[in-house]
């Protein structure tokens, strides 16, 4: 049976028994093949080869800290950061950096076509991945302080199938999660998920939420912006606020130019945003659109008002406004 190479400057006995019993158990046959390590950094520890008996390929996890030493002072909730691995070691430590709320972020690493079979990487870390992690580091132990993040379509599918572990993770966070509807109808009702990336794919993900009837704000957030890894996008603040600063407690509306040419193909670019309780800001895009009078339609995907083929000619002027209440955006247009 292959050894157990350990490089560390300070571990416990609890994380060396649990690689060597899983050995003794049953990997023998997966030991043969590879050696599997523990690497430990001042913030950071990574398992290469991380123990299984439930995947084909052993994934590399990566447990990023958010103290610069072990041990931790505090306890911690923890988000899985699904496909990243060491190498986003400068982006998790800065968003930790970053973060009022901070948590221990756990990436996991293995071959593409693992994320394909969503059962069993739902078994992988119901089994075997967050039993190690919460016997071994300082974790809160309940729904609310565990989340799982995603950064593509592959990934979020992945992400999608250990939401319907309810009674496991009720916090989320997807970026450019793919254009195609990924259900979520059994996601706990406590779930709050954070939505970023291209607008297009955002805008799928908060059909969805609301499909479900979770409420913009203490259910759901957007930020659309787009060339940010996982790491370098997560918001953590978001994810693990009290619920009293969830509120939208002030809406605004941006329309660049405030003029069209009605007889012309130009289009107006409309951009609403909502301020939280708690001070974030984030974006929000409105599916339909009351216009008055119906000069212009309106295309939520691209994010652009248009003229209407056959409207009668002249310059339109173009006024937003949000209701508040039914957080509805009107468009106000006067030739």
């Known amino acids: 049976m292959a050894q157990l190479a350990v490089f560390c400057y300070n571990t416990s006995m609890k994380k060396l028994l649990f690689l ?7 990997f023998s046959a997966f030991a043969a ?3 599997p390590l523990l690497l430990i950094n001042p913030s950071r520890e990574t398992f290469i080869h991380f123990p299984t008996a439930v995947l084909e390929q052993a994934p590399t996890v ?3 800290l958010p103290e610069p030493a072990v041990p931790l002072r505090g306890r911690y909730p923890v988000v899985y950061l699904l496909g990243v691995g060491p190498k986003a070691a400068a982006s998790a430590q800065q968003a930790l950096a970053r973060a009022q709320h901070k948590a221990i972020l756990v990436g996991v690493q293995t071959e593409e076509k693992a994320w394909e079979d969503p059962e069993k990487i739902s078994t992988f870390f119901g089994r075997e991945l967050l039993p190690y992690i919460e016997l071994n580091y300082p974790a809160i132990d309940h729904p609310t302080a565990r989340g799982v993040a995603a950064q593509g379509a592959a990934y979020s599918k992945a992400l999608a199938a250990l939401l319907q572990r309810k009674d ?4 989320a966070a ?3 999660g793919g254009e195609t509807p990924v259900s979520l109808a059994g996601a706990s009702e406590q779930l709050r998920m954070w939505v970023g ?3 297009a794919q955002a805008v799928v993900w908060q059909q969805t939420l609301l499909e479900q009837g979770r409420s913009y704000g203490p259910g759901f957030v957007l930020r659309l912006e787009e060339g940010k890894s996982l790491p370098e996008a997560l918001d953590l603040d978001y994810l693990f606020a009290p619920a009293a600063e969830l509120k939208v407690k002030k809406l605004r509306g941006e329309v660049f130019p405030s003029a069209l040419p009605v007889e012309t193909q130009e289009t107006a670019t409309l951009a609403l945003h909502a301020q939280l309780s708690g001070g974030k800001q984030f974006d929000y895009v409105p599916l339909t659109l009351k216009l008055s009078p119906m000069y212009l339609q309106w295309d939520f995907v691209a994010g652009t008002l ?3 083929s056959g409207a009668q000619p002249g310059k339109v002027k173009i006024s937003a406004q949000v209701d508040k209440a039914a957080f509805k955006g009107q468009i106000k247009l006067k030739k």
Do not use: I, M, W, Y
């Open 306 to 308: 248009r003229p209407l």
């Open 174 to 176: 997807v970026l450019d």
């Open 62 to 64: 990566t447990v990023f």
């Open 20 to 26: 060597t019993v899983s050995f003794l158990l049953g």
């Open 168 to 171: 496991t993770f009720a916090r």
């Open 33 to 35: 093949e590879s050696e």
């Open 197 to 199: 990336g291209a607008r």
